[in-house]
């Protein structure tokens, strides 16, 4: 169960339109992946550790709280929260370049996308708002169908490769390898890995967590990499780079292009339906997050204000609110120009965490707790050298716009401690 919450939190709606994204990298891309996979192992085998140690309930930001207090907690919680409501964007904007396929106009025309990726976002808003069991009903109704996209696209490039050979492919040419498009592919795939740290928030309801959570986060990071990597580097590399570059829906146009237009149609509708899925079930996370998180101190107890059913309405509107304006603030920007900059951001945010906790480690190396051995000392000091590798691969424009959201949490920070003072 823990694996399947591993591959479920990173198997989402981004990666159908990260081929696109890739696309210009060609073959750095696949360097990108294989630094990228490599790299979140070695977060994952510090995440592990950590939740070994100290299995309590939590995860990064207990960890963080460990090492360094309740301030650097706060920001890592934050960070986590931003993350999550960024990502909500990305979701949507997924979900509405797969609907494109069927309505031309969500994509050609000006604002319609960002309005579109909008709206979808405050009706399922209103469906989380409404109960958690409604919200899991369309969870369940949702969660395979993201899997058969993944499935179609391996087996149509395994079919291809198999009858025309590697020169369908994209030439290779060792002098369009560059150190700066890997590092900005390796962000962009890092994408699609964010989650891995999933097993580690429900410790506290799993049975020995020091020897579960470690196999399913390592398991999970393994499998999903694996599939990810099959999947996208058949599209970047067997579609012409004009079209895997330009595409609002890369997957449909790869099926289109070896199948025919109904199975892109197919595809298409599979992608959009998963991509809706996905982001039900992370405004879900968007609520239950902060509830959590104020429930113990860490964020301010007007998160944790309920419903008479439980539903942390406060917290799932300000989280809406928050991704709204970051949208329509972007809305000149194309549908993959959109999807780029949001992923950079959201990955950004996650970075904080993964630092965070990567320190961590290194901070209670020496704490009999963690056992700390010299393998993990050096995957942790990977882990911290990988993070800052990442965020800068991340581009300015994203780790500023990452730095003002992180900002915004300091005041309310200074008011919960002003809160606790003593009059």
């Not at 409604?134 to 391996?154: E, F, Y």
Request: contains cysteine.
């Amino acid at each position: 169960m823990c694996t399947a919450l591993v591959i479920g939190g990173m198997i989402g709606s981004g990666v159908f339109l990260l081929p696109s994204a890739l696309a210009p990298y060609g073959w750095n891309a696949l360097l990108g992946w294989g630094v990228t996979i490599p790299g979140a192992l070695c977060l994952a085998f510090v995440f592990a550790r950590l939740a070994r140690a100290f299995p309590e309930a939590g995860g990064p930001y207990a960890y963080t709280r460990e090492a360094f207090g309740n301030g650097p907690a706060f920001i890592v919680a934050w960070s986590y929260w931003i993350a999550v409501i960024v990502a909500n964007g990305v979701i949507a904007i997924a979900c509405v370049s797969y609907l494109g396929r069927f309505f031309p106009a969500l994509a050609a025309t000006p604002g319609l996308p960002a309005g579109t990726a909008v709206a979808l976002i405050w009706v399922l808003t209103a469906v989380n708002c409404r109960s958690v069991a409604l919200a899991g009903s369309v969870q369940i109704a949702t969660t395979a169908i993201k899997l058969v996209p993944l499935v179609a696209v391996a087996v149509i490039g395994a079919v291809v490769v198999a009858r025309h050979g590697t020169a369908i492919m994209l030439p290779f040419h060792g002098d369009s390898l560059s150190a700066g498009a890997v590092t900005a592919s390796a962000t962009l795939t890092l994408w699609a890995l964010v989650g891995f740290e999933a097993a580690t928030l429900p410790a506290g309801k799993v049975i020995d967590p020091g020897r579960t959570i470690p196999r399913a986060t390592l398991v999970g990071v393994s499998v999903t990499g694996l599939v990810y990597i099959i999947c996208c580097s058949a599209i970047t590399l067997l579609l012409p780079p004009d079209v895997a570059s330009t595409s609002h829906a890369p997957f449909a146009d790869f099926a289109a292009r070896f199948v025919g237009e109904q199975a892109a149609l197919a595809i298409a509708l599979f992608a959009a339906i998963a991509a809706f899925g996905a982001l039900n079930g992370w405004i879900l996370v968007q609520g239950e997050l902060p509830l959590a998180l104020a429930g113990d101190g860490v964020f301010p107890r007007w998160f944790g204000v309920t419903t008479a059913t439980g539903v942390p309405v406060r917290a799932h509107l300000l989280g809406s609110a928050l991704v709204t304006l970051l949208v329509i603030s972007n809305y000149t920007r194309s549908l993959s120009d959109l999807f780029i900059f949001m992923a950079l951001l959201s990955t950004a945010a996650t970075l904080v965490t993964y630092l965070a906790c990567s320190l961590a480690t290194l901070k209670l190396r020496r704490d009999p707790r963690l056992a700390a051995s010299p393998m993990l000392t050096t995957l942790a000091g990977i882990g911290v050298l990988f993070s800052l590798w990442t965020l800068y691969g991340a581009g300015r424009e994203a780790v500023l716009w990452g730095a003002t959201l992180l900002a915004s949490g300091i005041p309310v920070y200074a008011l919960m401690r002003r809160s606790r003072r003593p009059t």
